[in-house]
């Protein structure tokens, strides 16, 4: 199972971007997809996570009104768009994938993942 995460960058408080994890048709259609981030120093934490049976998102609390995550499977591609970004939003943001429907938060109910992309905030 191959997750590849792309877009990540430097961008300035308030700013914005989309990162896009790309994989393959079997895993967008079978698996829920999630992304983490890891800031330097600190634990790797659920960022939004979509169900392949419903579509239904879920969110941290901290993204919520900035962040969605959206999915073509078309293109087997999982989107996560991030607007008015923030500085403590710097960290690597790696996409996931995990064979509960039920959108989990655990990052252990991730069976795969991808190589992480680094996202930097400027103040």
């Known amino acids: 199972v191959q997750l590849q995460a792309s877009g990540g960058g430097l961008v300035q408080a308030g700013g914005s971007l989309r990162l896009s994890c790309t994989t393959s048709?079997?895993?967008?259609?079978?698996?829920?997809m999630g992304w983490f981030r890891q800031a330097p120093g600190k634990e790797r934490e659920f960022v939004a996570g979509?169900?392949?049976?419903?579509?239904?998102?879920v969110y941290v609390d901290s993204v919520k009104g900035r962040f969605t995550i959206s999915r073509d499977k078309a293109k087997k591609e999982v989107y996560l768009t991030m607007n008015s970004l923030k500085p403590e939003d710097t960290a690597v943001y790696y996409c996931?994938?995990?064979?509960?429907?039920?959108?989990?938060?655990?990052?252990?109910?991730?069976?795969?993942w991808g190589q992480g992309t680094l996202v930097t905030v400027s103040s």
């Open positions: 048709e079997r895993v967008i259609s079978v698996y829920t």
């Open positions: 979509i169900s392949y049976r419903d579509g239904r998102t």
């Open positions: 996931a994938a995990s064979p509960y429907h039920k959108t989990p938060t655990r990052v252990h109910a991730y069976d795969y």
